[in-house]
């Protein structure tokens, strides 16, 4: 099983950044993606997640309406397409799949908000 995370980096405040995620070694369109985010010094947090079908997505209050999360079961793909990026946004990011007691997490990809 292999969740690899792509498309971190340093941007400046106000912009924007595409995070993927390859998933491999499992039925990817049966699990639950996630992606959760630890900033330095603080606990991880979830950030996104979305269905197997990718007909339902939640995203948390602090990102809502400035990132959005999808799904391409036919690619075995997660994405995160986040904007107006602050630099309270800046963590590690990780993937996470999940189904009933079964979970996987990438190693994360760093993502730096700062001018």
């Known amino acids: 099983v292999q969740l690899v995370e792509s498309g971190g980096g340093l941007v400046q405040p106000g912009g924007s950044l595409r995070l993927s995620c390859a998933a491999s070694g499992f039925t990817f369109s049966s699990y639950v993606m996630s992606w959760y985010r630890q900033a330095p010094g603080k606990e991880r947090e979830l950030v996104a997640s979305?269905?197997?079908?990718?007909?339902?997505?939640n995203t948390a209050d602090s990102v809502k309406g400035r990132f959005t999360i999808s799904r391409d079961n036919a690619k075995n793909t997660v994405a995160l397409q986040m904007n107006s990026l602050k630099p309270e946004d800046t963590a590690v990011y990780y993937c996470n799949s999940r189904r009933i007691s079964t979970e996987y997490w990438g190693k994360g990809t760093l993502v730096t908000v700062s001018s």
């Open positions: 979305i269905s197997s079908t990718g007909r339902s997505t």
